[in-house]
């Protein structure tokens, strides 16, 4: 079986701040991580590869940079680790971004199983999984917090919804985005280690995809950026003092309306 | 293929879009030199060509529309419904969509997908909708991904809606990231805020980032229909007014359409409590601070009488005190509702990102340093094992429970 995990390099905190003179993005001397999320995505191969034998891939879109986020995942035990990376990519969306991913992923041929994580943390979609599977026909299971069984045709999964769980079976190849439920990711070895720096990450540009230049970066991205703006600040409100016999009373008094009010 | 976007030889060095850069793409090594435009960070928003003033900045417009945008009408809702019943956040759509219609001068339509759901689309008009695309076979009975898409994508591509929202829910996400990919349109996800472009009518699409600490602004000037899936709770339900008249169009589909590689087998809802926690108005969280499972309790109480669903830090879910789906934060659910209760949650930058944006915020905690203060409406530096059951028992009182 060959899985084939999807990872994302996004700055290590959401804590960014927009700097209020310059108006820029202030996100100096933050680390670059793997996405929280494909971290579980990475175990989860890891962990079905376990199971059934078989190979997984990291695949990125990203700049060289992103190759070290492919060496930790091949640090944690992945086989081996794909970089797209071209100027053309610049600018992409969430549609651009599937359509090179998937084109990677038809290159890559034989797959069974495509892993994303549920979303990524800095653009926070959801929307690079399934777009995956559409580009190339696939049946996808997003939110997957539990594989309940896998063998060479199908797969049965876990969906986590708002008010419980589905149970969905689809024959494979079928694309996953899984949430943080399912595993708890493992350190890397020593050995895998040793792997990750040895490594040859292959590198491939929008030429070696066949991809349409029109379905690349900023000309395959139907969304448009028009302003970025830090939201109005919240101001940290009254502190309410004295004991709690004191307090419970005017806490109950400032919320009462609102309360009445959110039932209706 | 050459750069889409480069610094020409007009270029004094001013150095003013090495400032403009929301993404700092752009970087001058020495005063002297043209600044170096990195692409790879570099998302052609355009603020750098906006802010030189020597016009030195060529960056590659996008082809023009190779559609007819004038022949997309109406605003679209996909009304999203469980086991028949009409989901909550349909009538926000209808209740935002009603204002974009408006202003476009434009229909309100709602989609609904399902069996044996034609008594609904009475609910859906008498909420605003002037038209129901209604697709009524025991194949849609239940949601699929893949069935679902495609009797949307047949849809779009023979009513061409100029805009199309969806709720930002599991199915919602799932579901139109697939019909946005096959109908070449443009996408924005978990929308905050919604309006119309008056120059261009295009549809101007707020969405928080990096978990809520930035905001941007999309549109779609060159695809049509618009797309944007919208958080929950956000908007304003739609009023009903029964006297409101709209038509159903009952939609043929090919039988094709309506087949699904995967298959739903079964369905098993939480048992664990009731309330969903994207839907509550108000929700009551607990941290490390409540030390045990057991201690959950407490939290429940209060739920229970002030009608609230039960959230949790990671810290909590981690500890096995309570089920991963009421985490609230970065790696869980984002929620906003009216009143967020947090007792014993420290407010670490990830937990925040998941509720900063609920209207009133409450923080219980013994530490007065703690970061959750920062983002309350009221505070309380106590204990929460003294707070909470005295807050249930005079609530109790209070509301008449
Ligand atoms: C990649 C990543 C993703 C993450 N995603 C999430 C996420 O989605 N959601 C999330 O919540 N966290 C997330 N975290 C974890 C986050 O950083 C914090 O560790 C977590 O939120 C802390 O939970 P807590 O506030 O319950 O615990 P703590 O930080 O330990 O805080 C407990 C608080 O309880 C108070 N307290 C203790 N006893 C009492 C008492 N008797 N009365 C009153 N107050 C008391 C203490 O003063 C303290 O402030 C993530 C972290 C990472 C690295
Ligand atoms: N540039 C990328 N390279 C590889 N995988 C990606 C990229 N962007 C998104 N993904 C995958 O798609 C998931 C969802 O991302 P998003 O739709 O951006 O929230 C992520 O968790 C990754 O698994």
């Known amino acids: 079986m060959r899985y084939v995990v999807c990872i994302k390099q996004v700055p290590e905190t959401t804590d960014v701040k927009i700097n209020p003179e310059t108006n820029t993005l202030m996100r100096d001397g933050v680390a670059a991580i793997i996405n929280p999320f494909d971290m579980y995505a990475i175990e989860e191969g890891l962990r079905l590869k376990a199971k059934t034998g078989g190979t997984v891939t990291v695949l990125s879109m990203g700049p060289p940079q992103a190759d070290a986020a492919l060496r930790e995942a091949i640090s944690m035990g992945a086989d081996d680790g794909i970089l797209l990376s071209d100027r053309a990519f610049a600018g992409s969306d969430t549609w651009a971004t599937s359509y090179t991913l998937a084109m990677a992923i038809r290159k890559i041929g034989a797959f069974d199983i495509i892993l994303c994580g549920k979303q990524a943390s800095d653009g926070d979609t959801a929307q690079v999984g399934p777009g995956i599977a559409i580009h190339l026909d696939l049946p996808q299971i997003t939110y997957v917090r539990k594989i309940e069984s896998i063998d060479e045709k199908t797969i049965v999964a876990e969906r986590l919804m708002e008010n419980g769980y589905e149970v969905i079976q689809a024959p494979l190849p079928c694309v996953l985005t899984v949430v943080k439920e399912i595993n708890e990711p493992r350190l890397p070895s020593l050995k895998g280690k040793l792997a990750a720096k040895k490594a040859v990450i292959t590198t491939w540009k929008a030429a070696d995809l066949q991809c349409d230049p029109k379905c690349i970066g900023l000309e395959g991205s139907p969304t448009k950026v028009v302003k970025i703006f830090t939201p109005p600040a919240r101001q940290g409100g009254e502190m309410l003092k004295g004991e709690p016999s004191e307090i419970v009373p005017q806490l109950i008094a400032k919320l009462k309306d609102a309360i009445l009010g959110a039932a209706n | ?401």
């Open chain 2, 1 to 401: 293929m050459s750069d889409p976007i480069k610094i020409n030889e007009k270029c004094v060095f001013c150095g003013a879009c090495v400032k403009a850069c929301p993404f700092g793409a752009i970087t001058q090594t020495e005063r002297k030199t043209v600044p170096v435009i990195d692409l790879m960070k570099c998302t052609l928003c355009g603020a750098c060509v906006a802010s030189c003033k020597f016009d030195a900045i060529w960056m590659k417009e996008k082809s023009a529309a190779t559609i007819d945008l004038s022949s997309f009408k109406d605003v679209w809702v996909f009304a999203e419904q469980h086991d028949g019943v009409i989901q909550s956040i349909t009538f926000e759509l209808l209740g935002e969509g009603r204002k974009l219609a408006d202003s476009l001068g434009m229909k309100l339509c709602a989609v609904l997908l399902g069996s044996n759901v034609q008594k609904q689309t009475a609910e859906l008009i008498a909420r605003g909708a002037d038209k129901v695309y209604l697709v009524d076979r025991p194949a849609l009975e239940h949601f699929q991904d893949e069935s679902y898409a495609n009797v949307l994508i047949d849809l779009v591509k023979r009513h061409k809606p100029n805009v199309f929202l969806c709720g930002a829910s599991t199915i919602g996400r799932s579901l139109v990231s697939r019909v946005a990919v096959r109908v070449n349109a443009g996408l924005t996800a978990d929308c905050t805020a919604l309006a119309i472009d008056p120059k261009t009518l295009n549809l101007l699409q707020t969405r928080p980032a990096f978990g809520g600490n930035i905001m941007a602004t999309i549109e779609t000037p060159n695809a049509r229909p618009q797309m944007a899936t919208v958080r929950h709770k956000v908007m304003k339900e739609a009023d009903v007014n029964p006297a409101h008249k709209g038509e159903v169009s009952m939609e043929t589909i090919a039988e094709v359409l309506l087949h699904s590689k995967a298959r739903r087998l079964k369905f098993v809802p939480e048992t664990e409590t009731t309330m969903n926690i994207a839907e509550a108005n108000i929700i009551v969280s607990g941290g490390r601070g409540l030390q045990t499972a057991e201690n959950f309790a407490l939290l429940r109480e209060l739920a229970d009488v002030i009608g609230a669903g039960v959230g949790a830090s990671r810290a909590a879910v981690d500890s096995n005190w309570i089920p991963y789906s009421h985490q609230v934060g970065q790696t869980g659910k984002t929620v906003c509702p009216k009143i967020y209760i947090a007792a014993g949650i420290s407010g670490q930058i990830q937990h925040l990102a998941g509720m900063q944006s609920s209207d009133i915020i409450v923080a219980i905690n013994k530490d007065a340093d703690a970061p959750i203060f920062k983002v309350a409406t009221y505070g309380i530096v106590g204990d929460l094992f003294e707070i909470l059951p005295l807050l249930t028992q005079q609530f109790r009182k209070v509301l008449g429970k």
